[in-house]
């Protein structure tokens, strides 16, 4: 099983972005999912979540700017994100857990938030 993170780019500040992380091979349906990000010099943090069930959790920086969600039909999950500050810039990764498979990661995508 593989997951692919696409989405990213260069946007200017107050812009938005959507990420995608779409999962594929043999059972391809994941349960949680989570989105991490890694700023240059900084440690990975978690962003955001969201469970099998759609219950969605946030790290307070984006509370209330970006938004989890998932479509199981397609085994992908979404990371909307708006009024995007510079602070955002990352690399942003996805990250789901596979029953039978555990967790695995996608490659990363590039956010840049610059005027």
């Known amino acids: 099983v593989q997951l692919q993170a696409t989405g990213g780019g260069l946007v200017q500040p107050g812009g938005s972005l959507r990420l995608s992380c779409a999962a594929s091979?043999?059972?391809?349906?994941?349960?949680?999912m989570n989105w991490y990000r890694q700023a240059p010099g900084k440690q990975r943090e978690l962003v955001a979540s969201?469970?099998?069930?759609?219950?969605?959790n946030y790290v307070d920086s984006v509370k209330g700017r970006f938004t989890i969600s998932r479509d199981n039909a397609k085994n992908t999950a979404y990371l909307q994100m708006d009024s995007l500050k510079p602070e955002d810039t990352a690399v942003y990764y996805c990250?789901?857990?596979?029953?039978?498979?555990?967790?695995?990661w996608g490659q990363g995508t590039l956010v840049t938030v610059s005027s």
């Open positions: 091979g043999n059972r391809a349906s994941f349960n949680d």
């Open positions: 990250n789901a857990f596979f029953t039978g498979w555990g967790y695995r």
């Open positions: 969201i469970t099998s069930g759609g219950s969605a």
